[in-house]
Every structure is written in structure tokens, then in C-alpha cells.
């Protein structure tokens, strides 16, 4: 046996193949032999990736700095045997950990879903008889027979065609079924164009063939795809990346301060136990505790919006991630085109017509491009019949949609015939069928035979490829239906035009023969046709497409198709929706890239060739995912989009992979972040307006609660460095992080949109989460809460008050304070009156919520156990509520002199 596995199957010959595969054309394999090979080779399916434990997720959730510090603060108490501190302590542990753990949506199921596309059966020879086997069951050398409708089981070396179509849409992205032969081919031709070999997953759509199988398994073109997706980085997202920064100089700092609490206190001779609870106090106080639920719960909430709007969200941080979004990468076939073919010009005799609608739906109009009203003519007439009538496809309706049974083109062709005003199944009946040609590549053609009724002599139509059907005629059809001379010329410059605008053009023609002929050859079509006409098709874009991306490049927002398809009709593609600036030829001159041009930069010279390119065809599944790491090189935050199994690598490494619901495979829904469930390019728009109003609302949650940290933590370092009694202890610092962070920060996730979102370049990944201006508000109302605490703590301590209830009044001061600063952050630049006050409802729903726990905390005998608070008087809430609204004036004044400098919380406004 000398199979080698990594030859280039499509560089061999037939002969050459067989025998380094160690095989029999006629007889296949024994049984013996499969044995050995399924020893060597393994079975034809693909590995699965190994998935962390339950429990190791579980764990996983306590693997962060800010939670090291807290499991250290509840150790401690519980040393110091302050057992109702160390109980809430680990209590908030434990509810942070078994949120990110019920969230957790990183299991990822794409190779699973990759070894499903490959089960299937397969007809193989076997000591030289036709056998039906699991395709698991294949080795190399095995010979597979193809059929219309089959799967392809595994690579395939083509020995044998006939008529053979096959489908590659899900593997390359070329929308029409790609016609095979046997013929060898050149070492350097890429994967789309190697016509000799047949992929496994790929579909047979037409005629027949026969095939030596070159790879199985993890060995296949899927399978390389499978270990492309398994290489892929696992990416932060921009505000994980962010709040991981943050946490490690939170970290940092927390430590520090720690240390100098701890040496103040011993300096000024106070005890260890006292300064210990004192460090923990810091350390919890300073502790963002609510942050990380808060996070997951906001993206959670965006992910209900999105539903509403046709957007799935599988993994949560893509919520956040699209407001980010600079670069959207785009598959071009069924996502920003219909993935059905239509056709939208048409030359019939020598009129020109124009056809509207897309898709395979009947819907839409033929109108003439002089613009005269004489629509229904013989030469149209007899061109659409032509394509009814050479045509081997069948048009369902089925249910809302129309779908087509057969060859994608062969169905253009009969929507274009409805939409003339001919019914397929009248014109069939009139001109019954008695024999045909089938369409060959070495011909370029399909002829079939028709009884003209009546004793009328037969008649013949063809349609192919123009080149070969213009050799045949020596007529041009007219209105007399006699015949006019064909203006070749004339021909070639229309089909040009067709070409330049990326339609793929057939043409037809037709002729008699005498009425006792019941089949006919190939030299019964050989010349004596009369021209009917020519068709251009192509794979239109999407209606809403060419609006969502005018919105999206609107909002600052790059987009690059890439696709497996002919550089050409990509090229078109691109131009219809309105890819191309104004400086750039709608012809896509100089701005299409192919993937042999891509295979000659390296990774470094690909980084800027990346940035100025907009159209990338014919690439490879390998090529797809070095652009998207190259845009990521150059900064960028990079969405992709696609629907087969070759976009499936890239979607898994972008930072966001966006799948189509309908036509996506499960493969590409597998890998993806978010799954459109219309697969309309334009609900990826919608999809970025909702992830900037939740990255929006995360960063007023984060201005929010961050002054409540550093606030409590300056009223401990304060204290230690006073030397005074601490005004708040660790177990009411975790109430009032906790419960305010549940009712009312989290209030912010519900704020509707700002005026202007879409009007925004996206937030650059360089920009610091916070910037001046929000450090400086910061610190501003950290201060304040300092102040205020602070200041009746010591007010109530000298009117003769007990340390408890001086405690009491300081914890509430914290809490109002905090409900008056909320409504300062439902805008970070205007004010609440230009908001609206009841935009919000739910903020009024939490503000009641948190005002009943506060009672409950202050006068229920249960809680001022639990936390060590008592009951106070009605002056002592007057005071409190004076230093709240105090807060929220000063925030308003420093907010209305910062609203000039602050900027959107993109980037800034879009340059025109």
C-alpha cells in the first residue's frame, strides 16, 4: 500500500491516484484490507474536542483577584471568630460564583456539530460489489458511487463523471453547484476550482460519479476546518479585557492600603484584632462586589432586547462586544445575498429587458429598457420558453416560501418565466418532452426534444454557455418569427455588459426537425438554430442589505466581504450594496483581493493590506481566519459573519461570530457568538444599536458604584489614620454594596437608549473604560460620601449618641446618598429634566424597593442583629436626606460644566 496522505490528489491522474491508494477500480477493496486501513486511518469521523468538567466551570468562577481578597476577608473574621461577618462574606462568594456559573455559555458544541455533517451512508465496490455503508465505515482507496442528492462521505478523487453537480456553497461559499470531471489539474489550483475532486459534506445535485476516497476523518478538507476551530484563541472581549486591567490595580492597590492600615494601627499601638477587622473592612469596602453579577445580569437584559429583534445571543459578553464592533467581515452568499439565484436581464431577439424581484418567489415585473409598453412579445415569449422547457428543476411553493428542487440556475430560470406570465406545467403539457442532452462541461450545453403537436415538425431548444450556442445559429429570432440575420458583435457586447455587472449569462436558441424524430444526438444540434436570446442571473443582495450597511458604515463601521466566490460577481456584489466609497470604480477595480494574492503576504505585510482592502474572493477557510487576526492586529474589533461550515474557523475566532438561523449549518451556528434568526444582514444593525446602549448602560452602572467603594474605603483609612472607632464595619459594607448594587445600580440596565447612538464612531479598544472626566465624578462623589458619613457619624457620636446608632446613620447616609447619585447617572451628560424623569420606571421601582429594605435594616429587631443597627429619630433621617440632595446638586453643577469637555461614550461623532 503507498497511500500518502497529503498528496495533491487534484495534480494526478486518474491511474496515478489508484495506484498509490493502493486500490482496484473495478473491484474496490477487500475486507481484509479495510481492516488494516481502519487500523491505521481510524474511522472517517471527526475528533471532538474534550470540555471542561461542571465542576471545573464551577471553580473556575473563583478564579479572580478581586475574589482571592474577599475569601481572604471572610477567612480572617472567621479567625476572629466574628462568624456572622464571615457568613456573609462567603455568602456573597458563592452567589457571585453560582451567577457566572449558570451564565457560563462557553461550552462549546462546534465539533461536535461538525462530526454529525459527516454521518451519513455511503455505496461503495467491495470485492467488486456495490455495498451501502455508515460512512464512518470508509478508508482510503475505497471506491464511492455517487448520486444525485447523495452526501459526499469523505475527499474524493473523481474517477468517473457524468453530468456530476456538486453543491460547495456550505465548504468554499461559491453559491452555484460546481461541475466536476475527471481531468488532472494544475499543483497550485485552489481548493473552489479543483473540479476533479469532490469534498466531504458537500451535497451531489446532479448526475452521476464515481470516486476513490483520498482522506477520511480529521484527514479532510472539514476536518482541517475542525482543527482550524479548535486553534482558535478564545478572545476577551473589550470590557472584560478592561475590568480585568481594573480588577489587577484594584488588587493592587487594596493590598497597599491593607499594609498601611495595619502598620498606622500598630504604630499608634492599637490592637491586632482591631486592626485586622479594620484591614477587611478596607479590603471588602473597596471590593466592587456587585460588579460582576451586575455585569452578567446587564448583558442579560440585552440579550431579551435582542431577541425581540431577531438576534440570539449565545455567548453574553457578544452583547457588549458589538457596541465595540470596528470591523464587520461579511460572507457574501446567503448573508448579504439571497443565496437564490435570479434572473435580471434578458435579451430576446434584439430588446432588452429588465426584471425586478429577488429570490425564487414569482414576485415582481418585465419591463422593456427603451421604456416602450410592448412587453409581451414572440421573442420573449419564446426565450422564457426555452427555459422552461431545457430545464430539468421543479418550483414549490412550500409554505411561506419558494424553493427550488434541482439546479439553482434551472430555477432562476423558471421564476423568470413566471414572472412573464408562462406556467411551467402549461407550457410542458403543449410541448411534451420525448428526449434531451444533458448538460456536459466538455459540451457546454443541454439540448432536449419537443412534440410541436398537430403533426408540426419536432422542435429543439438549447441553452449553455454563449459561446458554444452562437457557433450553432445562422438566425436571429424576429417578430414575424421568420428570422433575421445574427449581429455577433452585437451579441458579445451585450453579454459584456451583463458580465460587468457580475450576472452569469446562458443563451438559447432553437430549431426544427422533421416530425418522425423521437430523440435526437449531439450532431442533430450542431448548427441550423435560430438566437432567442440570452439570461443573466446572479445571486441578488438581500433588499434590506444595502440599508444596514449604509446605517453600520454610517455609525463609523467597517465592512469587508469575504467570500469563496468569483472575484467578479463578489466585485458586483459589493458595488450593488454599496461597499465601495465614492473613490473607489463600482467595478471593484483595485479593491478585490483574491485568495491566491492573499497566499503570497505574510502575516505582517497582511495587517495593512487588510485595512485598505474591501473585497476578499475566492478564500480559503485558512484565509478567512488569518484576515480576521490580521484586523485584530491592526486594533481592531472584528465581527464575522457567515453561514457554512467554511466560515465556522473565523466566526470562532473573531470577537464576534454572527450566524445566519435559516440557511446558516449547524456547524457555523455552533461556532457563532449570536445566530440571526431571519438571517437578515440588516438585524446585525439592529444588534449594534442594542450592544452600545448596553455597553452605555454597563458604564453607568460602573460610574455609579465605583464612588461607593472608594468612598468606604476612605472612611476606614480615615478612621485608622484619626485613629478614631471605624464609622462602618465589614458586614454592613457588604449590606450596602449587595443591596444597592441589586436595586438600584442594576436599575440602570433598563435605561432606553440615548438620542444620537447610531450617530457615533464605535468606542476604539485603546479608549480606558473610564475616562478624566468620569475619574474625576469619581472621586468627586466618593469624597462626598466621605463627608457625609463621616461627618454624622462624628455629629451623632458628639450629640451622645451610641456607637450603633451613630453606625446606623452613617450606613444610611451611604445608601441615600447613593439613591440620589442614581438619578445623576442615568445620563453621564444630561440632565434628568432632558431625559425624561419617567423614562424610567423601573429606577422608581428599585428606589421603593431599597427605602423599604433600609426601614427594615434600621428598626426590624431581627436585622439589628444580624448587622448591628438600631432604630433612629426623625432629625437624624432629616439630616441624611439634606446631605443626599446635596450630592445630587453638586453632581448636577459639575455635570453641567464637564457636559462640554465630555465625550459620547464612543468615540466621538461621526466626520462628514
Known amino acids: 500500500m503507498k497511500i500518502i496522505p497529503d498528496k495533491d490528489w487534484h495534480h494526478l491522474t486518474v491511474e496515478t491516484s489508484i495506484e498509490l491508494l493502493g486500490s482496484d477500480r473495478e473491484k474496490g477493496l477487500n475486507q481484509g484490507e479495510v481492516l488494516r486501513r481502519m487500523t491505521r486511518f481510524g474511522p472517517n469521523t471527526l475528533s471532538v474536542k474534550q470540555r471542561k468538567s461542571a465542576w471545573m466551570r464551577f471553580l473556575l468562577q473563583f478564579h479572580q483577584p478581586l475574589i482571592y481578597i474577599l475569601i481572604a476577608a471572610g477567612a480572617t473574621t472567621a479567625a476572629l471568630q466574628e462568624w456572622v461577618d464571615s457568613g456573609v462574606i462567603f455568602g456573597v462568594v458563592l452567589v457571585n460564583a453560582l451567577i457566572g456559573f449558570i451564565q457560563e ?9 461538525l462530526a454529525d455533517t459527516m454521518v451519513a451512508e455511503a455505496t461503495v465496490l467491495r470485492r467488486g460489489e456495490k455495498k451501502r455503508i455508515p460512512s464512518p ?5 475505497d471506491i464511492v458511487l455517487l448520486h444525485a442528492g447523495d452526501k459526499v462521505p469523505a475527499d474524493l478523487r473523481l474517477l468517473y463523471c457524468r453530468d456530476l453537480q456538486v453543491d460547495e456553497s456550505a465548504l468554499t461559499g461559491e453559491s452555484l453547484p460546481v461541475e466536476k470531471d475527471v481531468k488532472s489539474l494544475g499543483r497550485e489550483t485552489v481548493l473552489a476550482e479543483r473540479t476533479n475532486m469532490a469534498y466531504g459534506s458537500s451535497m451531489v445535485t446532479y448526475g452521476l460519479g464515481t470516486g476513490i476516497v483520498t482522506a477520511t476523518g480529521d484527514s479532510t478538507e472539514v476536518g482541517h476546518i475542525s482543527q482550524l476551530i479548535s486553534s482558535a484563541q478564545d478572545l476577551a472581549t473589550p470590557l472584560t479585557r478592561k475590568i480585568a486591567h481594573f480588577s489587577r490595580i484594584l488588587l493592587y492597590a487594596i493590598l497597599l492600603l491593607a499594609a498601611i492600615t495595619v502598620a498606622v494601627g500598630m504604630v499608634r499601638g492599637q490592637s491586632l484584632f482591631y486592626m485586622f477587622m479594620a484591614a477587611v473592612a478596607l479590603a471588602v469596602g473597596a471590593i466592587p462586589e456587585g460588579l460582576p453579577a451586575a455585569v452578567t445580569i446587564t448583558l442579560a437584559i440585552g440579550v431579551s432586547r435582542m431577541a425581540k429583534r431577531r438576534v440570539i445571543i449565545r455567548k453574553l459578553p457578544a452583547v457588549e462586544t458589538l457596541g465595540s464592533t470596528t470591523v464587520i467581515c461579511s460572507d457574501k452568499t446567503g448573508t448579504l445575498t439571497e443565496n437564490q439565484m435570479t434572473v435580471q436581464a434578458i435579451l430576446a431577439g434584439e430588446t432588452h429587458y429588465e426584471i425586478s424581484g429577488s429570490g425564487y418567489a414569482p414576485l415582481g415585473r418585465i419591463v422593456r429598457q427603451d421604456g416602450a409598453d410592448d412587453v409581451s412579445t414572440t421573442e420573449l415569449n419564446e426565450c422564457l420558453r426555452a427555459g422552461i422547457l431545457c430545464n430539468d428543476s421543479v418550483l414549490r411553493e412550500k409554505g411561506d416560501s419558494w424553493q427550488i428542487q434541482g439546479d439553482p440556475t434551472e430555477g432562476a430560470l423558471l421564476t423568470a418565466a413566471r414572472k412573464g406570465g408562462l406556467d411551467e406545467k402549461e407550457v410542458e403539457r403543449e410541448y411534451p418532452r420525448l428526449d434531451s442532452i444533458p448538460f456536459e462541461s466538455q459540451h457546454q450545453y443541454m439540448a432536449t426534444l419537443h412534440d410541436d403537436g398537430d403533426g408540426r415538425p419536432r422542435v429543439v431548444y438549447i441553452k449553455g454557455a454563449v459561446e458554444q450556442i452562437l457557433t450553432k445559429c445562422i438566425k436571429t429570432i424576429n417578430a414575424g418569427n421568420s428570422g433575421a440575420p445574427v449581429f455577433f458583435d452585437k451579441i458579445h457586447q451585450d453579454v459584456s455588459h451583463m458580465a460587468a455587472r457580475g450576472l452569469r449569462v446562458l443563451a438559447f436558441a432553437r430549431k426544427k426537425l422533421p416530425v418522425e424524430t423521437n430523440e435526437i444526438t449531439h450532431e442533430d444540434v450542431g448548427t441550423g438554430f435560430i438566437f432567442l436570446g440570452l439570461q443573466g442571473m446572479i445571486d441578488p443582495p438581500r433588499a434590506k442589505a444595502v440599508t444596514a450597511v449604509k446605517i453600520c458604515r454610517k455609525a463609523g463601521i467597517s465592512i469587508k466581504m469575504i467570500t469563496g466566490d468569483h472575484p467578479a460577481t463578489a466585485a458586483a456584489i459589493a458595488g450593488q450594496i454599496g461597499l465601495y466609497s465614492g473613490d473607489i470604480d463600482k467595478t471593484g477595480k483595485g479593491a478585490v483581493l483574491t485568495g491566491g494574492d492573499l497566499e503570497k503576504l505574510s502575516d505582517e505585510e497582511l495587517i495593512s493590506v487588510a485595512e485598505k482592502t474591501i473585497v476578499f474572493a475566492r478564500a480559503t477557510p485558512l484565509q478567512k481566519i488569518r484576515l480576521v487576526r490580521a484586523l485584530q492586529a491592526g486594533g481592531h474589533v472584528v465581527a464575522m459573519t457567515g453561514d457554512g461550515v467554511n466560515d465556522a474557523p473565523a466566526l470562532e475566532q473573531a470577537d464576534i461570530g454572527v450566524a445566519m438561523g435559516i440557511t446558516g449549518t449547524d456547524v457555523s451556528k455552533e461556532a457563532a457568538d449570536m445566530v440571526l434568526t431571519d438571517d437578515n444582514f440588516s438585524s446585525i444593525e439592529a444588534a449594534v444599536e442594542e450592544g452600545r446602549s448596553v455597553f452605555d448602560n454597563l458604564t453607568k452602572f460602573i460610574v455609579w458604584t465605583l464612588p461607593t467603594n472608594l ?5 476606614i483609612l480615615v478612621a485608622i489614620l484619626l485613629g478614631v472607632t471605624l464609622p462602618i464595619l465589614p458586614v454592613q459594607i457588604l449590606w450596602i454594596n449587595m443591596t444597592t448594587a441589586g436595586f438600584l445600580g442594576l436599575m440602570l440596565a433598563f435605561e432606553p437608549k440615548e438620542p444620537g447612538i447610531m450617530q457615533r464612531l464605535p468606542r476604539s479598544p485603546d479608549i480606558p473604560l473610564l475616562t478624566r472626566e468620569l475619574i474625576t465624578r469619581i472621586i468627586l462623589v466618593g469624597n462626598l460620601l466621605l463627608i457625609g458619613s463621616f461627618g454624622l457619624f462624628q455629629w451623632e457620636l458628639a450629640a451622645g449618641a451610641s456607637i450603633e446608632y451613630a453606625r446606623t446613620v452613617a450606613v444610611n447616609v451611604f445608601v441615600i446618598m ?29 428606589v421603593s424597593i431599597m427605602l423599604l429594605l433600609q426601614i427594615m435594616y434600621t428598626y426590624l429587631p431581627l436585622m439589628n442583629r444580624l448587622f448591628h443597627s438600631v432604630a433612629i429619630g426623625i432629625d437624624s433621617w432629616a439630616r441624611i436626606l439634606l446631605a443626599g440632595l446635596a450630592a445630587y446638586v453638586i453632581v448636577e453643577v459639575e455635570k453641567s460644566i464637564t457636559a462640554r469637555k465630555l465625550p459620547p461614550l464612543s468615540s466621538g461623532p461621526i466626520s462628514k
Open 137 to 141: 465505515d470508509l478508508v482510503p482507496g
Open 105 to 113: 455559555s462557553k461550552a462549546e458544541n462546534a465539533l461536535a456539530a
Open 818 to 846: 447613593e439613591l440620589f447619585y442614581l438619578f445623576n447617572c442615568r445620563s453621564l451628560s444630561k440632565s434628568i429634566l432632558q431625559l425624561g424623569i419617567f423614562t424610567n420606571m423601573w429606577v422608581f421601582g428599585g
Open 711 to 715: 468612598g468606604e474605603g476612605l472612611v
